[in-house]
């Protein structure tokens, strides 16, 4: 049985046709910015040829052909996440039901997409973000990184595992489910050779599991976000339908059908955006409500005075509603909300922000994820010949205090130097040097 052929139980052949065809065409390409470094106003002027998004404010098509934007200067320094256009459906749909500081699980967050949607959109919550895959978080931990976002916990491991740390912690869960990954075949070709029906009932089973688990994790009144990226129905519709049976404390909140969106009559409230009807490579979400009345305990604050002289020292500010403390070689400035993170039986990668480097104790170095998260007035702006300069690793002259400060370029900061003698010593991480052809920008 082939891909196309099984759907025919649950559309007819004029959609699956329609379906087909969108596959054999060029996958799109989207971006979402990151509100604390672009307005929309400015990315368009840069960029006259975008398109908006439908839904979601902030984010714009584009043609990859006229732009290459995951090799700009502005993606490099975090102005912007590169996200299929259905893949930010989960994340603008579950802002609508979040409060302020909302605690969040993205259960299976790998490379981050929706754990940058949930803090771009709503920027007091606080995000737990877990895969089990330790190499992908790496990925995850760097994008957060650029983004300079702070409000996020990065670990890995199986969560099964921390079932007594997490029981009924959370206010809303996206579970973006491993599946078979059908809306992935315009972008990869090994993954239409790769599809089968087995592999579509195998991933429901693991399904089923994880959506089990996950609403364990969430406090009375919480929010389940089911999202995948197939078109299975096995895997969509079928893993609520089973759940709902289960579950007679939960429900469905209904999701508006719009333009482009679509769902199937066996499941009034769930949404489908497939490639034919909506901009994007496709992705089924079905929102769930855990009913009965929220609780919430008070977090535990734990001083650590050593963390707080070095960031005095450094000049480092401690965000309200955040903590500095060390872990291992690091200090971070993590969230009070996510205090629990670090006494959690997984790998940590990422507690809030790194602030700084302590891997050789008598020589501290400050972080470029702090850098990153700052704004532009507490920075040294550059001129174009020297943000070039520093992107590509270079010393230069620079009038300042001595010591470690941070610059930046068209209002974007892009990392620290050390001044010293009026000549700024590069500290820009070596992985990211590149040579750019930088907008031209007067401070």
Same mark, same amino acid.
């Given at each position: 049985? /082939?891909?196309?052929?099984? *759907?025919?139980? +649950?559309?007819? &052949?004029?959609? @699956?046709?329609?379906? %087909?065809?969108? !596959? ?59 996200? /299929?256009?259905?893949?930010? *459906?989960?994340? +603008?749909?579950? &802002?609508?039901? @979040?409060?302020?500081? %909302?605690?969040? !699980? ?338």
């Amino acid at each position: 049985m /082939d891909f196309i052929d099984s *759907l025919s139980s +649950y559309y007819d &052949s004029p959609f @699956l046709e329609n379906l %087909s065809s969108a !596959l054999r065409k060029e996958p799109t390409h989207c971006l979402f910015l990151n509100p604390c470094k672009m307005s929309e106003e400015a990315f368009s002027s840069l960029y006259p040829k975008v398109r908006k998004h439908p839904l979601v404010r902030g984010a714009f098509y584009y043609d990859k052909a006229e732009y290459d934007l995951g090799k700009s200067f502005f993606h490099d320094v975090g102005a912007f996440y590169i996200q /299929d256009g259905s893949s930010m *459906l989960p994340g +603008y749909f579950l &802002s609508k039901y @979040l409060h302020e500081g %909302s605690l969040i !699980l993205d259960y299976c967050s790998s490379p981050g997409g929706k754990s940058i949607d949930c803090a771009f959109m709503n920027p007091s919550s606080c995000i737990l973000s877990n895969d089990l895959s330790h190499p992908r978080q790496l990925i995850t931990s760097k994008n957060i990184e650029r983004l300079g976002l702070g409000n996020l916990s990065i670990v890995s491991g199986d969560l099964a595992k921390a079932k007594g740390w997490l029981e009924g912690k959370f206010d809303a869960i996206i579970l973006d489910a491993p599946c078979s990954g059908s809306a992935m075949m315009r972008k990869n070709e090994e993954a239409e050779a790769d599809w089968n029906m087995g592999k579509v009932l195998a991933q429901a089973k693991i399904q089923k599991e994880l959506l089990d688990l996950a609403f364990r994790f969430l406090n009375f009144g919480g929010y389940v976000m089911y999202s995948t990226c197939s078109f299975s129905y096995e895997e969509d519709e079928g893993v609520i339908l089973d759940f709902l049976a289960r579950h007679e404390d939960a429900e469905i909140v209904p999701l508006p059908v719009s333009d482009g969106l679509y769902c199937h009559p066996s499941l009034p409230g769930s949404l489908h955006a497939f490639p034919h009807l909506f901009e994007g490579e496709g992705q089924f979400l079905c929102l769930i409500k855990k009913k009965g009345y929220p609780f919430h305990s008070t977090p535990s604050w734990k001083t650590d005075k050593e963390a707080e002289r070095l960031c005095k020292g450094f000049g480092i500010e401690i965000p309200s509603g955040f903590q500095a403390l060390i872990k291992g070689d690091s200090l971070y400035l993590e969230p009070e909300n996510l205090g629990f993170a670090s006494s959690l039986p997984l790998s940590l990668i990422r507690l809030g922000i790194k602030a700084l480097d302590l891997s050789k104790p008598s020589n501290p170095i400050p972080d470029l994820h702090y850098a990153r998260t700052l704004q532009a007035p507490a920075c040294i702006p550059l001129n174009i010949e020297e943000a070039k300069k520093y992107l590509r690793g270079e010393a230069f002259p620079l009038k300042g205090p001595s010591g470690f400060a941070v610059v930046s370029y068209f209002g974007l900061p892009l990392g620290y130097v050390k001044i010293a003698g009026g000549i700024a010593k590069n500290h820009y991480p070596k992985g990211l040097r590149r040579d750019y052809g930088l907008p031209s920008f007067s401070n």
